[in-house]
């Protein structure tokens, strides 16, 4: 197994209903440090980058809407196969398909609402760490 760096975002539906320290206990309890970690109000030119890969979807600038809606957690996660842990923890996408014990069947809202983001490949979880964090922000 290799050690590995996934980037997390605690969305604006969680941290509205104060939930980060519930969702931390369950990356750590899952076997994942947070190494770094910072609570942030999206611009939306950063919403907009950041999402770029959806932007001729149909959800795009409601996506980009919700996540410049309230602030968000940005966070490096560290563990053994993290991208594939994370996703483990955070569960399905659409939270009515969820596990139970997993972050969005326990506090997402809706599909857009779940509580989460998390890197699905490792190319992706590079990019998407670079994009928000100095690698002098990353203590592990």
Same mark, same amino acid.
């Given at each position: 197994?290799?050690?590995?760096?996934?980037?997390?975002?605690?969305?604006?539906?969680?941290?509205?209903?104060?939930?980060?320290?519930?969702?931390?206990?369950?990356?750590?309890? =899952?076997?994942?440090? $947070?190494?770094?970690?910072?609570?942030?109000?999206?611009?939306?030119?950063? /919403?907009? !980058?950041?999402? %770029?890969?959806?932007?001729?979807?149909?959800?795009?600038?409601?996506?980009?809407?919700?996540?410049?809606?309230?602030?968000?957690?940005?966070?490096?996660?560290? =563990?053994?196969?993290? $991208?594939?842990?994370?996703?483990?923890?955070?569960?399905?996408?659409?939270? /009515?398909? !969820?596990?139970? %014990?997993?972050?969005?069947?326990?506090?997402?809202?809706?599909?857009?609402?779940?509580?989460?983001?998390?890197?699905?490949?490792?190319?992706?979880?590079?990019?998407?760490?670079?994009?928000?964090?100095?690698?002098?922000?990353?203590?592990?």
């Amino acid at each position: 197994m290799a050690v590995e760096r996934t980037l997390s975002i605690i969305k604006p539906d969680a941290t509205r209903r104060n939930l980060t320290g519930k969702i931390n206990a369950k990356f750590e309890d =899952g076997g994942l440090r $947070i190494v770094a970690q910072k609570r942030v109000q999206l611009s939306k030119a950063q /919403a907009e !980058a950041f999402y %770029g890969v959806h932007r001729e979807r149909g959800f795009f600038n409601d996506l980009v809407s919700f996540m410049i809606s309230g602030p968000v957690v940005l966070q490096v996660l560290e =563990g053994e196969n993290a $991208i594939a842990r994370n996703r483990e923890i955070m569960g399905a996408t659409n939270p /009515a398909n !969820a596990a139970e %014990g997993t972050i969005r069947k326990e506090f997402a809202e809706s599909i857009e609402a779940n509580s989460v983001h998390g890197s699905d490949a490792p190319e992706t979880a590079a990019q998407e760490i670079a994009f928000f964090f100095a690698g002098t922000e990353i203590v592990g």
